[in-house]
């Protein structure tokens, strides 16, 4: 359709018509009974108002679909398609590496081609939209959630989202096989105090637009289609209905023109957050701070139109959000082909294709992080008895909370990958948690144990924060048990976090972080353990040294009375503490592998900067063991004299390169002053005039540096 044709339409339809096209309804009112995250409203409606929608929420498969919008469109005065919308996150029926995991990756091309994998086979099931990419930045381990992102860094996170919305959306949401993406959450949520899903935020207006803001603004700068509100007021007040946060900072000041949807309820919870009356007035802040659609509540399909009829709120205003419904769907070219991609025939061929499938297990090869290895590993294969204990050995539920859709049958076990990749090996298993004399006698009479432990799905997503983050409930007691039979352990850890692991990392020999590998990750995990796969995964968010010291990131403030780092005593009168260390226990960029990289010297082309020129900075980074590899080259700066104080560090420049035994490559980064820019004393977006310094290495704690300084021309 053209544009006037939109608008004809629009002036057409009468304003309950419109009203109805801002409501989401969940696919349950249709006979799905997928997961429901939100509280449960007083939400029965008749089948005749239900399908008057004008998107729904979680419902897939292409035949399913078709028949719902066909009795969709029957249903509406100007028979007006449905828009479909689910959560697609870390792949639809194939899974790949959990979001975290792909974070760990240092690999945001990878993310590119996992994403355009999964709008594949969402496309297929007949889906329009996906809410992903997550980019909120997860600081703070105990928050359930840090697994839907991809780590803590503003910088890499906003790579991967424009990965993502790329991979989904491709040049044109209307090509067969694309979906429309949604950022989300807007914003901030990834802060919530204490690490406690749904909690407030506190943060400084600063901190809110130099860090958390940033990946929002690369996922909208990347054309993304929609956006989604958070659950967590800012500034004390609730993001969907925050006119602020909306109006001036998405739509004026990143110039975002797409759907803005509200969380699932989020209109209604203005109730309970104490920011709105009644659900009349959650309405009518939310329809004024520009939110589009209303997922799943039921305040703008009973109040727009009396709210409207009492010249509440502008008649134009439900009219602009109405347009913006109607272009993303003349986008996806549902006007025309109202079932896109949908196909029952497609959905064979596609989802859980070979290629697919494939695509995970490369994604896990570079996800899984080594984060410790006393030269146990790898194994050798033949020869050597191993134990392998622990009930996640033979479990399923290590693909994540988000994995909705995932078909179960093809979730390859690490037992079953052991078992078809490594018949030869002597392995024997006992898969369960319990300190029991075979748990304990195996371990014994093994060369080498493999304690299996970690968290599975159940532990993060949604609502699953956490207040202890060591390992469940008797796995340390069980590992343990392990290491008095038997030092030789290499640890397995799954998990959608990072966990505190300080004394289980101490005694193991060898620890691998597995995160929630995916539907054929657990292929990887063997292959790292036996030598087949060189680990290149890299941490993007910090493991805490103890959960004492959350939030933490290496993004941190010297202060007025820094602690040295390379003191490991309590220091009186420094910012330190009494029981613990200052630095987490594994930092940001940090991962091992099977062979040594060395890098050379950092050099600059010249170390003055001027405003409007540029400088490079080169290393040369050599494999020097007998093991192809890949490794994760970070730039690091600092602004060391500000008008506000700046982080100690900030990844500017990442480039993995593949290294062969024996290889070596330059990598070079171009400086420029655009990379400078913070919200300065006046909130001004600039540079300033002095000196920097920059670093080159593998990961944020390498002392490979040189200065330069920034001046005008
Ligand atoms: C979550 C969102 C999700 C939505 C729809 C909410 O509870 O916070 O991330 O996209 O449900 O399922």
């Known amino acids: ?103 760990a990756s240092f690999n945001p091309e990878l993310t590119k081609k996992l994403s355009e994998a999964a709008a594949k086979e969402a496309a297929a099931a007949g889906v329009h939209v996906t809410f992903s990419p997550m980019v909120d930045l997860s600081r703070d381990a105990r928050w359930g959630r840090c697994y839907e992102s991809t780590g803590e860094d503003p910088w890499l996170n906003a790579r991967f989202a424009e990965n993502a919305v790329w991979g989904y959306q491709g040049k044109d949401i209307k090509e067969k096989g694309r979906l429309a993406a949604c950022v989300k959450h807007f914003a901030g949520y990834g802060a919530v105090l204490s690490g406690r899903d749904y909690n407030v935020t506190e943060l400084s207006e600063r901190t809110f637009m130099d860090d958390y803001l940033v990946p929002y603004k690369a996922a909208v700068e990347a054309g993304v289609k929609l956006v989604m509100t958070a659950f967590n007021t800012v500034d004390r007040i609730p993001c969907s209905i925050n006119k602020k946060l909306m109006r001036d900072i998405l739509r004026d000041g990143m110039c975002f023109n797409g759907v803005l949807i509200s969380d699932y309820a989020a209109i209604a919870e203005a109730v309970s957050h104490g920011a709105a009356g009644d659900y009349a007035e959650a309405a009518e802040k939310a329809m004024l701070a520009g939110v589009d659609i209303d997922m799943v509540s039921q305040c703008y399909i009973n109040n727009l139109v009396p709210l409207v009829e009492n010249g509440i709120i502008p008649e134009e205003l439900v009219d602009e959000a109405v347009m913006r419904i109607l272009i993303l769907k003349n986008e996806l070219g549902l006007f025309e082909n109202p079932y896109k991609d949908g196909s029952e025939e497609d959905e064979k061929t596609i989802i859980l294709c070979d290629e697919h499938k494939k695509l995970s297990r490369d994604a896990a090869n570079e996800s899984i992080v080594l984060l410790k290895n006393d030269g146990l590993l790898p194994l050798k294969a033949k020869g050597k008895k191993i134990a392998v204990i622990g009930s996640l050995a033979d479990s399923k539920k290590i693909i994540g909370a988000w994995s909705l859709f995932a078909e179960k049958s093809h979730i390859i076990t690490l037992k079953s990958a052991f078992d078809e990749l490594y018949p030869d090996a002597e392995i024997t298993y006992v898969l369960s948690d319990n300190i029991c004399e075979e748990a304990v006698s195996t371990a014994k009479n093994a060369d080498t144990v493999i304690a299996v432990l970690g968290e599975d799905d159940s532990f993060t997503g949604e609502s699953a924060s956490r207040a202890d983050i060591t390992l469940p409930k008797g796995q340390t007691e069980l590992f343990n048990a392990l290491y008095e039979a038997n030092e030789n352990i290499c640890t397995v850890l799954y998990g959608g976090r990072p966990l505190v692991i300080t004394e289980i990392a101490e005694k193991s020999k060898a620890v691998v972080m597995a995160w929630f590998p995916g539907t054929c990750g657990n292929y990887s995990i063997a292959d790292i353990i036996f030598g087949k796969v060189n680990p290149s995964g890299r941490l993007s968010m910090s493991f805490p040294y103890s959960a004492g010291q959350l939030p933490v990131s290496y993004g941190r403030f010297n202060t007025g009375r820094p602690k040295d780092d390379s003191v490991k005593h309590f220091v009186q009168f420094v910012s330190n503490y009494l029981d613990v260390p200052n630095l987490p226990l594994y930092h940001f960029g940090y991962g091992l592998s099977y062979t040594e990289y060395e890098y050379s010297k950092v050099t600059l082309d010249k170390d003055v900067l001027n405003r409007g020129g540029s400088i490079t900075a080169s290393v040369t980074v050599k494999n020097k063991g007998s093991m192809d590899g890949m490794e994760a080259v970070q730039l690091y700066i600092r602004d060391k004299s500000a008008s506000v104080v700046r982080p100690l560090r900030e990844l500017r420049g990442l480039e993995k390169v593949h290294l062969s035994a024996g290889e070596e490559k330059t990598v070079s980064f171009i400086i420029t002053e655009e990379m400078l820019r913070f919200y300065d004393i006046n909130m001004e977006y600039k540079s300033e005039d002095g000196g920097f310094t920059l670093w080159i290495g593998p990961d944020c704690m390498t002392d490979n540096s040189e200065e330069f300084i920034l001046t005008a021309d």
């Open 1 to 103: 359709m053209t544009n006037s044709q939109l608008k004809e339409l629009l002036s057409d339809m009468s304003l309950s018509e419109k009203a109805e096209q801002l409501v989401q309804l969940h696919g349950r009112f249709f006979g799905n009974n997928d997961v429901i995250t939100g509280q449960e409203m007083e939400f029965i409606v008749p089948e005749e108002t239900a399908l008057r929608t004008g998107s729904v929420l979680s419902y897939h498969g292409a035949g399913k679909i078709r028949e719902l919008q066909d009795r969709i469109m029957s249903g509406q005065p100007h028979k007006i398609p449905a828009v479909f919308m689910t959560d697609i996150i870390h792949g639809y029926k194939t899974i790949f590496p959990a979001p975290i995991a792909q974070g």
